[in-house]
């Protein structure tokens, strides 16, 4: 079975909860796969080094680093927008992490979106497409861009559902652009 992960606020439908994280049932529908807990990270604490100093690279090019990151995001927005589970899939790094306040999630494969996913959204809150504002990015280091990404969810007619800021981790695995983590 597959969990449902989206967030909407002011009244509206939040899919993004405990439900998921506790795996019950919601109306009607099976309950969310278990949430795996953070793997047991491979370093030793004298071993620090390597992961608060991870290798150096070449930051020469941030700019072509944010833009490379930009563009996967625009890739992935297009789409969310096309309503195509498997295309957004391909632009996520897994594991996938989200963090949507203090709750976390961890998707370590693709599909964790269940087919009802859009028909879902669409007619809890009446989304139609959403529309990025603004994709900033506010730390750029070697494989590794941190966005600022404002976005609203908008209805057909254009008017607002809710407005959005969040936090992605985009980064380069395997000579490929990805999103690893969502902060919501």
């Not at 620090?48 to 100093?53: A, C, M, Q």
């Not at 941030?62 to 490379?68: I, L, P, Q, R």
């Not at 269940?114 to 750029?140: C, E, H, M």
């Not at 992605?168 to 919501?184: D, H, L, P």
Request: with cysteine; glycine share 6%; aromatic share 8%.
């Amino acid at each position: 079975m597959r969990g449902q992960c989206w967030s909407t606020s002011h009244g509206a439908t939040r899919r993004l909860s405990a439900l998921i994280l506790r795996g019950e049932k919601s109306q009607g529908r099976s309950p969310a796969p278990p949430v795996s807990t953070a793997k047991q990270v491979p370093y030793a604490m004298s071993d620090y080094d390597d992961v608060f100093n991870p290798a150096s690279g070449n930051t020469d090019d941030a700019a072509a680093m944010a833009a490379d990151a930009i563009a996967c995001v625009e890739a992935f927005s297009a789409c969310f927008n096309a309503r195509d589970l498997a295309g957004m899939d391909a632009r996520l790094h897994f594991p996938h992490i989200i963090l949507s306040g203090e709750k976390l999630m961890i998707w370590e494969t693709p599909g964790q979106l269940p087919s009802s996913f859009f028909p879902d959204l669409i007619a809890s809150t009446g989304w139609d497409r959403s529309v990025y504002q603004n994709k900033q990015a506010i730390l750029v280091s070697p494989r590794k861009v941190h966005l600022l990404v404002d976005y609203s969810r908008n209805r057909s007619d254009g008017s607002i559902i809710t407005r959005h800021r969040n936090l992605w981790i985009v980064t380069e695995e395997n000579a490929r652009w990805g999103i690893k983590q969502r902060s919501y």
